[in-house]
Nanobody, 123 residues
Framework: QVQLVESGGGLVQAGDSLRLSCAAS????????MGWFRQAPGKEREFVAA???????YDADSVKGRFTISRDNAKNTVYLQMNSLKPEDTAVYYC?????????????????WGQGTQVTVSS
């Protein structure tokens, strides 16, 4: 079992930056791919970015060039650096863990989820 706790959300203005953190506990963190998803009001949860167990990163087109995912295995933590935030980035952001090899980007590939952290971007 893997427990995930997100932090770092908040209310910011368009153009600002935020860094989300996700602290993991339980099984060996370095063995897991870690992803970020988000869910805006009235919309389905969508993939944002992920980092594989061996450090490769990939992200959604909607955040490409603005968001950066990274991991620190020594701290059992994954980060999402969000720059140039837009009002459409407003959502609850979820951290998720997956034992899949490859590039997991679908919800069903992630059995472990955090409780979410709210990010609100005002215009």
């Amino acid at each position: 079992q893997v427990q995930l706790v997100e932090s770092g959300g908040g209310l910011v203005q368009a153009g600002d930056s935020l860094r989300l953190s996700c602290a993991a506990s339980g099984r060996t963190f370095s063995n897991y791919a870690m992803g970020w998803f988000r869910q805006a009001p009235g919309k389905e949860r969508e993939f944002v970015a992920a980092v594989t167990w061996n450090g490769r990163t990939y992200d959604a087109d909607s955040v490409k060039g603005r968001f950066t995912i990274s991991r620190d295995n020594a701290k059992n933590t994954v980060y999402l650096q969000m720059n140039s935030l837009k009002p459409e980035d407003t959502a609850v952001y979820y951290c998720a863990g997956s034992a899949y090899r490859g590039y997991p980007q679908y919800e069903y590939e992630y059995p472990y989820w955090g409780q979410g952290t709210q990010v609100t971007v005002s215009s």
